[in-house]
């Protein structure tokens, strides 16, 4: 299976600040990563398709990067509805694979 | 616009069964099959199976073969997930989401899930 490791686990920002966290495939996976981000008590939503497409109505502020093994995400500009826990998700190989989850809390 | 809406919350005793199922509203799937994932309490997420196009078969995580079944009716637009020999770590919020394909040949189709279902609460205690 492919492992992947999402650093931090958690992270705790300021309103206004820019906000990166990565994720780590064990195994090279191309571009076929999406991001999620989870609200307490909710269903995840899709937020970055194929590590850097912006889904539809989702503000300009969330954007990803990367290839390969390692990946980013960054929200620009934090803003208090951000909180959450994000998870990026491989569909290179089977099993589906999430990592663990990046907690984002404001400061 | 499509939203996914699952079957309300079980309370299962150890080695029983559960089936939760998914229904599309506001539109049909057409052609997406459904997925299922669970999440645990405090957990992250974990696929469990779905159809898969480009195989032409439903897939399963192998943690769950043998005991789970995942249907999809395209002509209803519902999903099914049937979970057996239910334990005590199968205690989770199950959610159904809907697969989106995107060619790209010659790369592999874009593969993501959206929406999910607003998730079915199964505890499975003695």
Not at chain 1, 3 to 12: E, G, K
Not at chain 1, 73 to 101: H, K, R, V
């Amino acid at each position: 299976d492919i492992q992947m490791t999402q650093s931090p686990s958690s992270l705790s920002a300021s309103v206004g600040d820019r906000v990166t966290f990565t994720c780590q495939a064990s195994q090279d996976i191309s571009n076929y990563l999406n991001w999620y981000q989870q609200k307490p008590g909710k269903a995840p939503k899709l937020l970055i398709y194929d590590a850097s497409n912006l889904e539809t109505g989702v503000p300009s502020r969330f954007s990803g990067s990367g290839s390969g093994t390692h990946f980013t995400f960054t929200i620009n500009s934090l803003q208090p509805e951000d909180i959450a826990t994000y998870y990026c998700q491989q569909y290179d190989d089977l099993p589906i694979t999430f990592g663990q989850g990046t907690r984002l809390e404001i400061k | 616009q499509v939203q996914l809406v699952q079957s309300g919350a079980e309370v299962k005793k150890p080695g029983s069964s559960v089936k939760v199922s998914c229904k599309a509203s506001g539109g049909a799937l057409n052609k997406n099959p459904i997925h299922w994932v669970r999440q645990a309490p405090g957990e992250g997420i974990e696929w469990m199976g779905g159809f898969v196009p480009i195989f032409g078969t439903t897939e399963y995580a192998q943690k769950f073969q043998g005991r789970v079944t995942i249907t999809t009716d395209a002509s209803t637009s519902t999903g099914d997930m049937e979970l057996r020999s239910l334990r005590s770590e199968d205690t989770a919020v199950y959610y159904c989401a809907r697969v989106i394909y995107l060619s790209r040949a010659p790369l592999k189709p874009s593969f993501w899930f959206d929406p999910w279902g607003q998730g079915t609460l199964v505890i499975v205690s003695s």
